[in-house]
């Protein structure tokens, strides 16, 4: 939807001149001075918010994540950032960004930690590739790690402690 204006109607004749000094004969875009906030005009952001309150209260009572993926045609990843209310960092401001990222890698840290803890104390031959803190809830810890047999190839494996 172009909305075409003349220059020439809108703009004083001096004006006109000066700015075809630069440029004529094709569209030019003069943006707002203030910009609206993404999805307010036409109402989807309110809808969005709406459907995101949906997917929250369904979980609460009881939906599987996979059920919701189902009902609303999203990936789990983003029916669990709605969930749980992670805020992509498009949508946050640097400062709450590094925060939020210094915090998951000292939880990853952490996690790594308590699997060679464990590890050591069951006297399991394992060593952890990865951990995963932030994709279930904050009592899990999805752990990758490499089992190495007699024979010195690695066998990989994801392994959960309650």
Known sequence: MNKYVNA????PNSLVEEIQKYIQGVYIYVPKTEREAWGTSTGIREELDQRNEQIREQYNNGFE??????LYGLSEERIRAIIYGYIYPIKQNTDEVVEVQKNRFINKIEAIRLFK????????????VDAKTDILDDKDILYFYCKWNSDTESEWKSLEWS
């Open 65 to 70: 994540v996979s059920s919701l993926t189902e």
């Open 117 to 128: 803890e464990k590890s050591q104390k069951y006297k399991l031959p394992l060593m952890v």
């Open 8 to 11: 020439k109607q809108v703009l």
